[in-house]
């Protein structure tokens, strides 16, 4: 989990792709013949080169590199708010076989979350065989039971790994408290102690949701989110947000980075 305990604003110029810190680290990737040269972090040598084993992905933490287990998500339950998830109506209702419910390639779905998830996936490689819903709604708890066909519903009764969509974190209700873990806080304004998050449901193991959490805050320290809240022009705010539909009453006046 990502704790608040500071607090940086970072230029987009000073940070460093995540690619590059890797590619440079001496020993991931480093030619390799025996075992012995890669056990460092938990690689191995392949193919005559030092790398994680199948079923972990390297990871950034606090400067080191490290093979971390590789959380597999299968289930991705969104609903479109622009520019956080934006999903193409005529693209998912094409007749075109296209991968139109994938969640690493669907066409049809773009926007900053899942911008920010896919960016993440290049180096967790946790959505394999993931497909994506679009659902109605959030979802509100009304006499015992949420929504029909909503995040909640779908996150509170474990019919998705993954609630994708816009959390005004510190202002949570406490039925939704209950039913979720949050994880990743992605950008907020901090006067207003805004802080947006993805969710997953309480019966996905804790360990394995920070292990998520930092995949993403991985694209975070990265730079790799700035760029894409460049892309969707997060820091000009409301006029180009209006263009399209906005169900988000969050209102980000500029890039800030949690670090
Ligand atoms: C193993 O790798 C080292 C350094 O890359 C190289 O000097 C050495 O010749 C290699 N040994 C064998 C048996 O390939
Ligand atoms: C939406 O999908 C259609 C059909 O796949 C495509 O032609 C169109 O360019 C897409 N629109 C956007 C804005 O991506
Ligand atoms: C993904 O699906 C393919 C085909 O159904 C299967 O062979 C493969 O093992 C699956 N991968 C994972 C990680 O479940
Ligand atoms: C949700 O659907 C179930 C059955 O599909 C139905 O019994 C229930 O009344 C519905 N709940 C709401 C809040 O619409
Ligand atoms: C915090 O939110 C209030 C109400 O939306 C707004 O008037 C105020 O300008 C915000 N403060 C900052 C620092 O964004
Ligand atoms: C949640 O659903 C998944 C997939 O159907 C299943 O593997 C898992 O055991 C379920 N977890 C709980 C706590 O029911």
């Given at each position: 989990m990502l704790k608040i305990a500071c607090i940086l604003i970072a230029s987009i110029a000073e940070a460093l792709a995540v690619s590059s810190t890797v590619g440079l680290?001496?020993?991931?990737l480093a030619a390799c013949n025996s075992t012995s040269r890669c056990q460092k972090q938990g690689m191995y040598c392949w193919e005559g080169v030092c790398q994680c084993p199948p079923n972990k992905a390297p990871i950034m933490l606090r400067g080191e590199l490290r093979c971390r287990e590789i959380v597999q998500i299968k289930r991705i339950s969104t609903i479109e708010d622009h520019p956080w998830v934006i999903s193409n109506a005529s693209c998912l209702s094409?007749?075109?076989?296209?991968?139109?419910?994938?969640?690493?390639?669907?066409?049809?779905y773009s926007g900053i979350l899942v911008d920010l998830l896919r960016s993440a996936d290049e180096d967790g490689k946790f959505l394999d065989n993931c497909t994506i819903t679009k659902v109605s709604s959030v979802g509100r708890f009304k006499s015992g039971a949420w929504t029909n066909n909503s995040i909640m519903d779908h996150l509170a009764g474990n019919?998705?790994?993954?609630?994708?969509a816009i959390f005004n974190e510190p202002t949570l209700l406490p039925h939704v408290r209950a039913a979720i873990h949050f994880e990743s806080i992605f950008v907020g304004n901090y006067e207003n102690k805004t802080a947006l998050g993805i969710a997953v449901p309480k019966s996905f193991d804790k360990e394995r949701a920070y292990e998520l959490g930092d995949r993403l805050h991985q694209v975070q320290e990265s730079g790799r989110a700035g760029e894409i809240f460049d892309k969707y022009f997060l820091?000009?705010?409301?006029t180009v947000w209006k263009k399209e539909k906005q169900l988000t009453t969050f209102k980000p006046r500029r890039v800030v980075y949690w670090l």
């Open positions: 680290h001496a020993d991931y094409s007749e075109k076989a296209v991968a139109k419910s994938s969640c690493r390639h669907s066409p049809c019919k998705t790994d993954l609630g994708l820091q000009d705010g409301l």
